[in-house]
């Protein structure tokens, strides 16, 4: 099974960075910089993908997961 999923990327007013994974509601996490927030986010991602593999709410078997991730400079 192949899973893609997209982060997208905002710097805050107050300075911090907040990645989403667009497909996945309410993961969502903060870093100092962006690659903090998108390791955070990816991080979160996976925790949420065993749950919902734990709970039999996704297809078992091979994954091949990738994020799209454009860090900005």
């Not at 996945?24 to 690659?35: F, I, N, S």
């Amino acid at each position: 099974m192949q899973m893609s999923y997209r982060i997208e990327i905002e710097r805050e007013d107050d300075g911090r960075w907040i990645a989403e994974v667009v497909e996945l509601p309410g993961v969502l996490a903060y870093g100092r910089d962006a690659e903090e927030a998108v390791a955070h986010a990816q991080a979160l991602a996976l925790r949420v993908l065993a749950d919902r593999l734990e709970q039999g709410e996704a297809a078992s078997g091979p994954i091949t997961l990738t994020f799209d991730t454009p860090i900005p400079s």
